[in-house]
C-alpha cells in the first residue's frame, strides 16, 4: 500500500522559514519522482516543486524559484521542501504527490497523494 505523510506545516512569520517533508512509502524515489502543490483558499492547487532522483536540478514554479530549495533523501524516502523567505501569499495546504519516474505540471500525472500540511504565513 502506497502512502504519502506530510509533515512541517505551522505558522511562520514572512521571511522565517519552515521544513516541510514528504515521507513516502510503499514506493521506492529510485522509481517515482515527488512533487509538491499547493492550494490557497478560494484558488486551484498548483504546481510549486518536484525532485526526481534521476538527476538534474529541482523544478520550480516561477513564484517560488530562488527562494525554496527541493532535496530528497532515498535512504528515508522522504523529500523536503525548505520555504526560504516565505511571503503571505504562499499560505496555502501543501500536498506532496508520487508519479512514476516523471515530473509534471499537472495533477493528473500524479497516481498518489498524501493528505496535506496547512502552511501559514503572517505576522
Known amino acids: 500500500q502506497v502512502q504519502l505523510v506530510e509533515s512541517g506545516g505551522g505558522l511562520v512569520q514572512p521571511g522565517g522559514s519552515l521544513r516541510l517533508a514528504c515521507v513516502a512509502s510503499?514506493?521506492?524515489?529510485?522509481?517515482?519522482?515527488i512533487a509538491w502543490f499547493r492550494q490557497a483558499p478560494g484558488k486551484e492547487r498548483e504546481p510549486v516543486s518536484c525532485?526526481?532522483?534521476?538527476?538534474?536540478?529541482?523544478h520550480y514554479a516561477d513564484s517560488v524559484r530562488g527562494r525554496f530549495v527541493i532535496t530528497g533523501n532515498r535512504a528515508v524516502s522522504t523529500v523536503y521542501l525548505l520555504t526560504n523567505s516565505p511571503k503571505p501569499e504562499d499560505t496555502a495546504v501543501y500536498y506532496c504527490?508520487?508519479?512514476?519516474?516523471?515530473?509534471?505540471?499537472?495533477?493528473?500525472?500524479?497516481?498518489?497523494w498524501g493528505q496535506g500540511t496547512q502552511v501559514t504565513i503572517s505576522s
Open positions: 504527490a508520487a508519479a512514476y519516474r516523471k515530473c509534471s505540471e499537472f495533477e493528473s500525472g500524479f497516481q498518489y
Open positions: 525532485f526526481s532522483a534521476f538527476g538534474g536540478e529541482g
Open positions: 510503499g514506493i521506492s524515489l529510485d522509481d517515482y519522482v
